[in-house]
């Protein structure tokens, strides 16, 4: 009896092992099965272009509030970034309702606002509403007080609002969130921080409530990176590891989306310059800490004269069936907003 009992429990730790993921690594069977519930090899076309020609539409945030979809998108106008709010009936066709963060005088985030709303559900075909925590919602943006495209040393900030789906100015009346100047900035992010993402994770795989993935540059890593920090109550931030969760030494990976497929945490986002061109990437995790590349073809690449330059800056979800993939595009039509899709809407 003693025999047959240490036989079934060696029997059932080694199903267990076989089974269970290796240090967190998401099997690439696993991870061709993402690339096809994701991949969207339709082409829509353009969605949202700014009227003025001369100014450049970027980074689009989809969510959903009282049946009607929204998108926060940049605006560049030359002296730098601005936040827009546009509204759509069926994700194809976008009007703009206004603008939610403007330039200011004489604060530390005067030329660029570029934001992008936070605590978005993340449950792949879910509802894609936002959390109002502590009655408010919440946005994290790109901040400096420098003239020009992302110029200067860019900061963090964060910015709150009791309404979400109006042309109204949010709060920025904070100091900034994370900064390169921090004295516990990492290596590959004192030099400057870029786009930032942030979710809640409701498991506390790091511990937190609250995770924030942004990319930023370093002195000596002059290079864009993927990196984490992580939050208890969306004010107080600190940073995540030592290391990128995602880089190349080279070129930029940045842009962070994050999905959650059955127990598989999927993140979008975008390469550029380490091999030619700006593409969309993704790679997979079990944890939102370990994450493992998809070594496969690109999920977007350009291939039409409006995004002949770059496609890149994802926002990807999947509604009614449909997975539609939003990408900032850069062509013929200047720098707009694109969408592809798993379906031919064109028809």
């Known amino acids: 009896m003693k025999n047959f009992l240490l036989l079934v429990t060696i029997t059932l730790i080694g199903c267990k092992q076989k089974d269970a993921p290796i240090n967190n690594v998401v099997p690439q069977k696993e991870m061709k099965r993402i690339f096809n519930e994701i991949k969207t090899p339709f082409k829509y076309g ?44 069926d994700l194809l066709h976008w009007e703009s309702i206004g603008k939610i963060l403007s330039f200011t005088e004489n604060t530390w985030d005067a030329n660029q606002k570029a934001g992008y709303v936070s605590l978005i559900n993340t449950d792949w075909g879910g509802d894609y509403s936002v959390e109002k925590y502590r009655d408010n919602y919440w946005m994290t943006y790109l901040g400096g007080n420098t003239v020009g495209y992302e110029s200067g040393t860019l900061k963090i900030g964060l910015a709150t609002s009791t309404t979400l789906t109006e042309a109204k100015e949010w709060n920025t009346n904070n100091p900034p969130l994370l900064s390169p100047e921090d004295k516990d900035a990492r290596w590959f992010e004192n030099k400057t921080i ?53 880089t190349r030494g ?74 539609y993939h939003f990408y900032n595009a850069v062509g013929d039509r200047g720098r707009v907003i694109a969408l592809a899709t798993s379906k031919d809407l064109t028809k």
């Not at 949202?48 to 998108?71: A, C, G, L």
């Not at 842009?255 to 550029?272: E, L």
């Open 194 to 246: 870029y786009k930032s993402l942030v979710i809640r994770d409701s498991s506390k795989h790091t511990g937190h409530p609250f995770v924030m993935y942004y990319n930023a540059k370093g002195f000596t890593a002059d290079y864009e990176s993927i990196a984490m920090a992580v939050s208890d109550d969306m004010v107080a931030w600190k940073r995540y590891g030592g290391n990128p969760v995602i």
């Open 46 to 89: 353009v969605v949202v272009q700014h009227p003025d020609i001369t100014k450049m539409v970027d980074s689009p945030t989809i969510f959903r509030e009282n049946d009607v979809w929204y998108m926060s998108y940049l605006v560049f106008d030359g002296q730098g970034y601005e936040t827009w709010l546009s509204e759509s009936d």
């Open 250 to 323: 080279k070129g930029i990976c940045g842009d962070a989306q994050i999905a959650k497929i059955g127990d598989v945490y999927v993140m979008f986002y975008f390469g550029a310059f380490w091999k030619p061109g700006a593409f969309e990437r993704f790679a997979c995790s079990y944890n939102l800490i370990d994450w493992t590349e998809w070594e496969g073809e690109d999920l977007l690449a350009p291939s039409e004269p409006y995004d002949k330059r770059y496609a890149h800056k994802p926002w990807v979800i999947k509604w009614k069936g449909v997975v």
